[in-house]
T-cell receptor
Framework: AQSVTQPDIHITVSEGASLELRCNYS??????LFWYVQSPGQGLQLLLK??????LVQGIKGFEAEFKRSQSSFNLRKPSVHWSDAAEYFC???????????????FGTGTRLTIIP | EAQVTQNPRYLITVTGKKLTVTCSQN?????MSWYRQDPGLGLRQIYY???????DKGDVPEGYKVSRKEKRNFPLILESPSPNQTSLYFC?????????????FGPGTRLTVT
């Protein structure tokens, strides 16, 4: 069964500092990997996705993530965070095929990001 | 504007009183899904639908029902809500269920069952 682990429940970063959010996955084949952001009171917005090809993917809002097969990781990074980046971030893995071909997304438990001035 | 809408956004109800949370998308997406979000558990899939009249259970289907009579709508039904169904619910849709899989989420429905 596929699974996602986000080991950091809460991270605090100073505005302007760099950011890395960790994500480890378990999946039997090449996974489809996603990062979503949830701002307070909002739904989830897709930041970036990895299907195949270049292991460094660029997303919206200046985020990027790197797929490392050997480490089963898909960490999210940003060189310089802004106060508006304060939100909850979810890593997700897809690709599980049920009898009906459901490409179900399995989400991690999320990492809450706090930005301090 | 392409979007997924949910109604209501907030709901407080009592145990046993049937309720329906509506979900509608205007993107002609085939795949729709319901999730619940609970602290420390992330998002868990309740039910999904591959297309009209095709639905199946997700990871936590107990106590919920769905229907997909039209492509754009995917209501979530709680026949007899219980306090353990207090949660934040999200509807999501994607163009198709295979390969180019990218979900668009609604704004969420916060449900409290007393």
């Amino acid at each position: 069964a596929q699974s996602v682990t986000q080991p950091d429940i809460h991270i605090t970063v100073s505005e302007g500092a760099s950011l890395e959010l960790r994500c480890n996955y378990s999946y039997g084949a090449t996974p489809y990997l996603f990062w979503y952001v949830q701002s307070p009171g909002q739904g989830l917005q897709l930041l970036l996705k990895y299907f195949s090809g270049d292991t460094l993917v660029q997303g919206i809002k200046g985020f990027e993530a790197e797929f490392k097969r050997s480490q089963s990781s898909f960490n999210l990074r940003k060189p310089s965070v802004h106060w508006s980046d304060a939100a909850e971030y979810f890593c997700a893995v897809g690709g599980s095929i049920s009898n009906f071909g459901n490409e179900k997304l399995t989400f991690g438990t999320g990492t809450r990001l706090t930005i301090i001035p | 504007e392409a979007q997924v809408t949910q109604n209501p956004r907030y709901l407080i109800t009592v145990t046993g009183k049937k309720l329906t949370v509506t979900c509608s998308q205007n993107m002609n997406h085939e795949y729709m899904s319901w999730y619940r979000q609970d602290p420390g558990l992330g998002l868990r899939q309740i039910y999904y639908s591959m297309n009209v009249e095709v639905t199946d259970k997700g990871d936590v289907p107990e106590g919920y029902k769905v229907s997909r009579k039209e492509k754009r709508n995917f209501p979530l039904i709680l026949e007899s809500p219980s306090p353990n169904q207090t949660s934040l619910y999200f509807c999501a849709s994607s163009l198709e269920s295979r390969l180019t899989y990218e979900q668009y989420f609604g704004p969420g429905t916060r449900l409290t069952v007393t």
